[in-house]
């Protein structure tokens, strides 16, 4: 799960952050439920003729989901996996983003690992601090990572080295987004926009029969620095996630470093693509996929993304003039009203 300090960068502009509340509309209320899970924020935007469901319930479900997948829960089942605990019992959520993450790993040429967590931490993006990392030191967590060297079978995780450990955040936040909106629709809703920490799922519509409405955010040159969007899309039946390089980050020796691990390189990825966006059927999938494009980078990503017609995409990048430019794929450009940058 994706910090809120992190390279989430969507923002939802189609609610307005604050107490849960209900506006008639119609025969139908607009209920919201806000809150925090997972190091960020939620926001959860539905139309019903009656609450149906509780944000105690929205809770309980992200709170178990942590228990499967967040390394930041010592009792997870995925730090027990990583602290090769044999008494580990995996359930469904943690084995379908199992399955998911390797497919994404397949379909990128190794993009997208999930097995490079020894580098992310190594190189304090993830719980522990910031290491020295001379080229050896490299070289020997990189025999770490290879997705290809855990595997599931018979519903246990077998590791050809027990010193391999695996890291979701890159995707576990969009299936969290899916989940509840698998939850929602459980409950009778079909009218509904989720956004926890910035990747969203919009399904349906308003009343009213406008769609969803969804901000893009513009790269900063701080970390810090007051949010402001780039451009709207306009969605329904659609998720969305943004991968960036310009929220989590350090600088040594004049030099910024990405918190996107390149699996290939053993070092932060270092390109000219600033943010990517995607658009898909499964906030799940575009979160994976939004990662695995920060690290092919720009013409990469271009050549990639034309063989992925279930995907659309948004990226933000920086020409030979360090000038912001963008490149969409057809889709998504048709979809998508640019305020503070023109289309490349």
């Given at each position: 799960m994706k910090q809120i300090y992190g390279f989430i960068a969507i923002l939802l502009i189609a609610i307005t952050f604050g107490s849960c509340g209900y506006e008639a509309n119609k025969t139908q209320n607009r209920i919201q439920f806000v809150g925090e899970a997972q190091?960020?924020?939620?926001?959860?935007?539905?139309?019903?003729?009656?609450t149906l469901i509780t944000q105690i319930q929205i809770d309980s479900v992200l709170t178990a989901f942590d228990?499967?997948?967040?390394?930041?829960?010592?009792?997870?089942?995925?730090?027990?996996?990583?602290?090769?605990?044999?008494n580990v019992v995996l359930d469904n959520n943690f084995i379908e983003i199992f399955k998911l993450s390797k497919k994404i790993s397949r379909s990128t040429g190794g993009a997208f690992d999930i097995t490079v967590s020894p580098l992310v931490n190594a190189w304090g993006f993830g719980f522990k601090n910031k290491s020295e990392l001379p080229s050896k030191s490299v070289d020997s967590l990189m025999e770490l990572v290879n997705f290809d060297g855990i595997y599931l079978l018979n519903n246990e995780i077998i590791k050809e080295n027990p010193n391999i450990q695996i890291d979701y955040n890159a995707i576990a936040q969009g299936y969290s987004v899916d989940l509840i909106g698998g939850f929602l629709q459980s409950k009778g809703i079909s009218n509904f926009l989720?956004?926890?920490?910035?990747?969203?799922?919009?399904?349906?519509?308003k009343p009213e029969g406008k769609k969803w409405v969804v901000g893009i955010e513009k790269p900063s040159e701080e970390a810090n620095s007051e949010r402001k969007l780039d451009a709207t899309i306009e969605i329904e039946?659609?998720?969305?996630?943004?991968?960036?390089?310009?929220?989590?980050?350090?600088?040594?020796?004049?030099?910024?470093?990405?918190?996107?691990?390149?699996?290939?390189?053993?070092?932060?990825?270092?390109?000219?693509?600033?943010?990517?966006?995607?658009?898909?059927?499964?906030?799940?999938?575009a979160d994976g996929y939004a990662t695995a494009l920060m690290v092919m980078g720009l013409e990469k990503s271009v050549e990639f993304l034309k063989d992925q017609p279930q995907l659309d995409a948004y990226l933000?990048?920086?020409?030979?003039?360090?000038?912001?430019?963008?490149?969409g794929t057809g889709r998504f450009l048709k979809m998508i009203d640019e305020s503070g940058l023109k289309s490349h």
């Amino acid at each position: 799960m994706k910090q809120i300090y992190g390279f989430i960068a969507i923002l939802l502009i189609a609610i307005t952050f604050g107490s849960c509340g209900y506006e008639a509309n119609k025969t139908q209320n607009r209920i919201q439920f806000v809150g925090e899970a997972q190091g960020t924020y939620y926001a959860i935007t539905y139309y019903a003729t009656d609450t149906l469901i509780t944000q105690i319930q929205i809770d309980s479900v992200l709170t178990a989901f942590d228990l499967s997948a967040s390394i930041w829960v010592k009792e997870s089942i995925i730090s027990k996996i990583n602290n090769n605990d044999l008494n580990v019992v995996l359930d469904n959520n943690f084995i379908e983003i199992f399955k998911l993450s390797k497919k994404i790993s397949r379909s990128t040429g190794g993009a997208f690992d999930i097995t490079v967590s020894p580098l992310v931490n190594a190189w304090g993006f993830g719980f522990k601090n910031k290491s020295e990392l001379p080229s050896k030191s490299v070289d020997s967590l990189m025999e770490l990572v290879n997705f290809d060297g855990i595997y599931l079978l018979n519903n246990e995780i077998i590791k050809e080295n027990p010193n391999i450990q695996i890291d979701y955040n890159a995707i576990a936040q969009g299936y969290s987004v899916d989940l509840i909106g698998g939850f929602l629709q459980s409950k009778g809703i079909s009218n509904f926009l989720i956004d926890i920490g910035g990747e969203v799922l919009a399904k349906g519509k308003k009343p009213e029969g406008k769609k969803w409405v969804v901000g893009i955010e513009k790269p900063s040159e701080e970390a810090n620095s007051e949010r402001k969007l780039d451009a709207t899309i306009e969605i329904e039946d659609k998720a969305i996630a943004t991968s960036g390089n310009y929220r989590k980050f350090f600088e040594e020796n004049g030099i910024r470093y990405s918190h996107t691990i390149d699996p290939k390189t053993g070092y932060p990825a270092k390109n000219t693509l600033l943010s990517a966006t995607v658009m898909c059927d499964s906030a799940a999938i575009a979160d994976g996929y939004a990662t695995a494009l920060m690290v092919m980078g720009l013409e990469k990503s271009v050549e990639f993304l034309k063989d992925q017609p279930q995907l659309d995409a948004y990226l933000i990048y920086s020409d030979q003039g360090n000038e912001y430019k963008t490149w969409g794929t057809g889709r998504f450009l048709k979809m998508i009203d640019e305020s503070g940058l023109k289309s490349h």
